[in-house]
Nanobody
Framework: QEQLVESGGGLAQPGGSLELSCAASGVSFNIYAMGWFRQAPGKQRELVAAITSDGRTYYSDSVKGRFTISRDNAKNTLYLQMNSLKPEDTALYYC????????????????WGQGTQVTVSL
């Protein structure tokens, strides 16, 4: 069974930090691009950051300079370090796997986690 399980979400203050993790099982993690998406109520799902199997990264303009995506292939785990959080970062965050390994095309993502909620508020 292919499974992606996110963790690390929660409540943070504006300007604060959170680190999200995504544990993969039953997925060819080492050869897939991996990405983080988010979706807020009433908004389109957005590709936030991605990392290919060879380490190339992509960030949306809204998070560039604040978020960092990384992966630990030995642990089959994907991370998203989120700094300088803003209220507009509030969303349900999903990790996903792109078996075509481009990372940059949202339509290529095939496997999805269940999501973890991030809320940024006073």
């Amino acid at each position: 069974q292919e499974q992606l399980v996110e963790s690390g979400g929660g409540l943070a203050q504006p300007g604060g930090s959170l680190e999200l993790s995504c544990a993969a099982s039953g997925v060819s993690f080492n050869i897939y691009a991996m990405g983080w998406f988010r979706q807020a109520p009433g908004k389109q799902r957005e590709l936030v950051a991605a990392i290919t199997s060879d380490g190339r990264t992509y960030y949306s303009d809204s998070v560039k300079g604040r978020f960092t995506i990384s992966r630990d292939n030995a642990k089959n785990t994907l991370y998203l370090q989120m700094n300088s959080l803003k209220p507009e970062d509030t969303a349900l965050y999903y990790c996903a796997a792109d078996y075509q390994d481009s990372g940059f095309n949202p339509s290529e993502y095939y496997y999805w986690g269940q999501g973890t909620q991030v809320t940024v508020s006073l």
